[in-house]
């Protein structure tokens, strides 16, 4: 008789005899990074020929939209109604990457080729996020087998391939095609667990915002001789500037960017005793950065920070003997939505006029990426949990939004769907750079895990219909 655990074992038969490593690598071998223009046709490609075809055999009616947005990669969309009284699930993915970074890679590796390395898969989109969204479609296919073809709920599914350059054209898209999206509930994976070995619900992610800081005092520079010591150095002013936003213990100055209550009393009990870490190489905990008194837990998914991402004056390539011209800096902040957005540049104007810093300009301010957030505590959320914890045999973390940032307020807006992000990954994968990598045991835990919820969504028990 099909059974729960003959689903999850399917699963695991088919990550322990090389089926996932074979799929993950035909996937990664399509080039599509959004970041490289002459990579566009991989976009189409990698939807077409590495999603389509295989959802299709599954039992989805699968169709490729352009993107609303020219120049922005397009957006696959697919649906697997078996009864709409049963519960739908949206799920969601991309299938774009960054860009390869061929030559930045150690020996032996290659960003479009993946690598067996004991514990790990090497190769770019095993982990951002290729890897991640095929163990949840591999964990699908074998709850179908295992029952004959069926799944007893419905599934819609979404994979865009701009989400590298700020997931362009999406939320125009959802908001287009609301009806045809419309699930209970958003489950699906993106980003890192809070440790390697700890299965993990993030219900939201932080959002970004970014501004240009700009000191800019003469049209070109002067001669560093007759004039230093007689007029205004713009990097020093710069640096004057950011110090007093941000101090030398990364505690963030300009106290109106933050949650202005405090961490909330539901999110610090949700990451009661949350461990953080499994960062590799030089990324490190360092104990006394951030704001005082906070959990690295509660810094990383509670607060916000401050983040200079480059900063620039005269040429440090080829330096030269001169005051420089201007100065400029490209800041960042990761806010919760528990922060008001659409006050940081009017707050960040009056602090440092209030230092006696007008001269210094905010250009460019806006949001990237919206924060989101769905309660630790819905039904969902809870639900979720409990699938996971009784395949896995072992105790799933929730955090009230991941540290990095996710297109979540799109779906929350448009189709307001609570969300529940199961990571695949851990925050040491080197996502954004060279030597990307999946590890294997996260990935076969991750494919058990999403045995079990598809296997449930099935039964009874599931939440209320919304």
Not at 25 to 47: F, G
Request: aromatic share 6%; hydrophobic share 40%; charged share 20%.
């Amino acid at each position: 008789m099909p059974s729960r655990d003959g689903a999850i074992a399917r699963a695991l038969s088919f990550f322990d005899d090389g089926g996932f490593e074979a799929l993950l690598a035909r996937l990664v071998a399509i080039p599509s990074t959004s970041q490289d223009p002459e990579h566009a046709a991989a976009l189409d490609r990698y939807l077409a020929d590495g999603l389509k075809a295989w959802v299709e055999r599954l039992g989805f009616q699968a169709e490729i939209h352009p993107n609303p947005l020219p120049g922005f990669g397009p957006i696959l969309t697919a649906t697997r109604i078996e009864d709409p009284a049963r519960p739908t699930i949206l799920l969601y993915g991309h299938g774009d990457t960054v860009r390869g970074l061929d030559d930045q890679w150690h020996d032996g590796l290659k960003p479009w080729e993946v690598k067996d390395a004991g514990d790990r898969w090497y190769g770019r989109g095993t982990a951002d996020n290729k890897g991640q969204h095929a163990i949840n479609l591999a964990a699908l296919e074998a709850v179908l087998a295992e029952r004959g073809g069926k799944l007893g709920a419905n599934i819609k599914l979404v994979i865009e391939t701009a989400e590298e350059r700020g997931s362009k054209g999406l939320r125009d898209f959802v908001a287009a095609n609301r009806d045809t999206l419309a699930a209970d509930a958003l489950i699906a994976s993106d980003g890192p667990r809070v440790v390697p070995e700890l299965p993990t619900i993030a219900t939201g992610t932080r959002g970004t915002w970014h501004c240009d800081l700009v000191v800019k005092l003469r049209e070109g520079g002067v001669h560093s001789g007759h004039w230093g010591g007689l007029t205004r150095d713009p990097a020093v002013l710069l640096a004057h500037a950011i110090a007093t936003i941000c101090d030398r213990d990364g505690k963030v100055l300009v106290r109106e960017w933050l949650p202005q209550g405090g961490v909330p009393a539901a999110v610090k009990a949700v990451l009661d005793g949350c461990p953080v870490g499994g960062g590799e190489g030089a990324a490190s905990i360092d104990a006394g950065w951030g704001e005082p008194g906070l959990t690295p837990a509660e810094k990383i998914y509670g607060w916000c920070s401050f983040i200079v991402l480059a900063m620039v004056s005269g040429r440090p390539e080829n330096p030269v003997n001169a005051v420089a011209p201007e100065a400029r800096a490209h800041c960042q902040i990761r806010y919760t939505v528990d922060a008001d957005p659409e006050g940081f540049a009017a707050a960040l104007r009056r602090h440092l006029d209030a230092h006696g810093l007008d001269i210094v300009k905010i250009e460019n301010p806006g949001i990237r990426m919206p924060a989101s957030r769905t309660a630790p505590d819905h039904p969902w959320v809870l639900w979720t949990q409990a699938s996971l914890q009784a395949s896995l045999g072992k105790r799933v973390q929730v955090i009230p939004n991941s540290s990095g940032g996710l297109p979540g307020d799109v779906f929350v807006d448009h189709l307001g769907v609570p969300l529940v992000w199961i990571p695949h990954s851990y925050s040491g994968c080197k996502q954004h750079g060279p030597d990307e990598h999946l590890l294997k045991a996260t990935a076969r835990e991750g494919i058990a895990g999403f045995a079990g919820i598809w296997w449930d969504l099935g039964e009874a028990g599931v939440p209320h219909r919304t």
